[in-house]
């Protein structure tokens, strides 16, 4: 039977700057016009949208990530400065190399300050943006209508999409699937009418997008496969095949450098081997390529997060890596007749490399927001394997149609459904515990999500006893239960679970640094300071051992010198540890002939933190040695202000009765630029 000519298939689809179909109407020349069926299915995207993330504009943030990205994010407070702009560019923190998603953040933050309603609604508008650059970019790609609106209606309104929507710290995301569509637009409009212009707003488009998310980095690879399908640039152009990899060099160069800071970025969160072995990861890998794909199928036990396993069964390993080589054979026996099937799943696959878990960072075995944009190949391998049945099979259009638009429909009453639990982080875990009451992670995040708030610790307690009793052998588990007993004033139990997570990762810096902490807690400096110290010896970047080693050195006069060489070591590793600055500050005080050094170390803790009374303190104190006491009553009433006591009331008091006539500089306390300097009190 032959091929139906306004769904051409198998064979060679027309020129994308030629007609397109029957009722196609894209003149070369004007590029971005829209045929009125083309708009429909695009209002109708946005309608299904707006339908299944309705409610997420009522929802707060949750504690996991949106604290450190956004809501207790000190550079978002700070708004637009010179330091805040090298933060954007430079910095590593948390763990990523993102730019363009801390840059969003900030706008955001100065637009709509620490609340969540407006950053949602942001998130799914982004997204709406997305759906509908794929929409037109398969459709001015291929030449046809219902398998693109097919694929972008699953992008749209999938139940895997919802982590990576409604969650705002997954900004990173969504902007970096937008950028990735954007860019395979600006290629279709070069491999159309190659020109050095539009070559270059492709690297452009590309390059913001690895400033999203990192994940984009496979996008050159992809390139190669679009050019095999739906271009097929070798078929239709004199283009030698030297000239197609030459003109992805650059993208592969941006790609390479990416991963490079990414790694740089990430070397602390990534779990060793000897916490998740090569062969374990592997064999995960494996099973996580068919876990997403029945998940796109059935989306009904979806949350967050998936605990990693123990092991993986011999058996499952062996059937899907033999699944594996199967599927991947038969999709390149049929490159000829049918690739869309070579392309899709090799899209689906390449792109899920950056995120398999080889290189694992985080304690998840998967997640859903890695399938974003992912599940877009397998969603082309599902439409125009569709497309090809009912155009050989006339008499089934109908009903594939109709199963088509209905599996749409559940998805977006399954996708509404998901979005609850997202409204906050205790809905969120206690959903993922209901699920799978037997995932440690579900319940150690619910440890953390508690308050800090001594009403809450024991439930803290109790939440992450669940977790180490589920898996022993999770260091973090014990590492945080230890925090939260610790809290609860079990100040002995807390090291027994400290001593317990450095014996599972004897190698951790932050381990043994905690463990030093709670020593201090304990009264025991000796162990203490052995513990920064080691803490320090494995991470030679961390900061914060030096600084604790410093304050405990302090204590003993005869090392002083020894203290400050420790607390001027945390400050060279980390300059915005405002807690060193302070330590470093305070220890200059009481250092003969170094009271003045003391204030440079005092106005870089209230950079950090304006609200540091500890550091409004000190200055007071140097101020008052030294006579400036109009700076030092400033400093001494900020420091009531933020937290007032009667004794320092007092002290206020009598200092302004003492010095009626003083006029108190209004910026003394609050700018931390103010001229309290070396030369003024000499």
Sequence with gaps: MSQSPAEPLAELPPHPAEALDETAEVPRRRFFRIPRPDLLISLSLILLIVVAYWRVYGFNFVGLDDSFYVFKNKHLAEGFTLSNLDWILYSFDPDNWFPLTRLSHLIDYQLWGPKPSWMHVENVAIHALSTLLLFGFLRRATGVRWPCAFVAALFAIHPLHVESVAWVAERKDVLCAF?????????????ERPAPRRYFDTLVLFSLGLMAKPMIVTLPCLLILLDLWPFRRSERYPVSLRRL???????????????????????????????????????????????????????????????????????TVAAVAVGFLLISAAVLLQRRAR?????????????????????????????????????????????????????????????????????????????????????????LFRHAIEMDPRNYLAWLYLAMSQPDDPAYYDDAVRYAQNAVRLNPLSADGHN?????????????????????????????????????????????????????????????????????????????????????????????????????????????????????????????????DPRDIKAHLGMATVCMKTGLWPEAIAHLDAAQRIAPTPERQALLNRMIDDHPNLVIPPDAASDPTHDVTINTIH
């Design 179 to 191: 950028f990735w569509f954007a860019t395979l637009w600006a290629w279709l409009r070069y491999v």
């Design 245 to 315: 990899i030459l003109e992805k060099i650059p993208f592969f160069a941006l790609s390479g450098a990416t991963i490079l800071f990414t790694m740089m970025a990430q070397r602390a969160a990534v779990q060793p081997l000897d916490n998740l072995s090569l062969a374990l990861r592997f064999e995960n890998a494996l099973v996580t390529i068919f876990s997403y794909i029945g998940e796109m199928f059935w989306p009904v036990h979806l949350w967050i997060p998936y605990a990693y396993p123990t092991s993986v069964p011999a058996g």
């Design 339 to 427: 690739p869309f099937l070579a392309v899709g799943w090799f899209w689906y696959v390449g792109t899920l490399i950056p995120v398999i878990g080889l290189v694992q960072v985080g304690p998840q075995s998967h997640a859903d927001r890695y399938m974003y944009v992912p599940m877009v190949g397998l969603s082309i391998m599902l439409a125009w394997g569709i497309s090809e049945l009912a155009s050989r099979l006339p008499r089934l259009r109908v009903v594939l149609a109709g199963a088509a638009a209905a599996f749409c429909l559940c998805l977006t009453g399954l996708t509404w459904s998901q979005t609850q639990y997202w409204d906050n982080t205790d809905v």
């Design 480 to 608: 945080n239960l230890a925090i939260y007993l610790t809290h609860a004033g079990k100040v002995d139990e807390g090291l027994a679970e400290y001593r317990k997570s450095v014996q599972i990762r004897p190698r951790s810096a932050l381990g043994h640094y905690n463990l030093g902490v709670a020593f201090v807690h304990a009264n025991r400096s000796p162990e203490a300071m052995d513990e920064f110290r080691l803490s320090a010896r494995l991470d030679p970047t961390f900061a914060s051992p030096h600084n604790d080693l410093g304050v405990e050195l302090f204590k003993i006069p005869a090392r002083r010198a020894e203290s400050i060489h420790e607390l001027e070591t945390a400050i060279r590793l980390d300059n915005d540890l405002g807690r060193a600055h302070m330590n470093l500050g305070m220890a200059l005080i009481d250092t003969p002939g170094r009271l003045v050094d003391a204030i440079p170390q005092f106005k870089e803790a209230l950079r950090v």
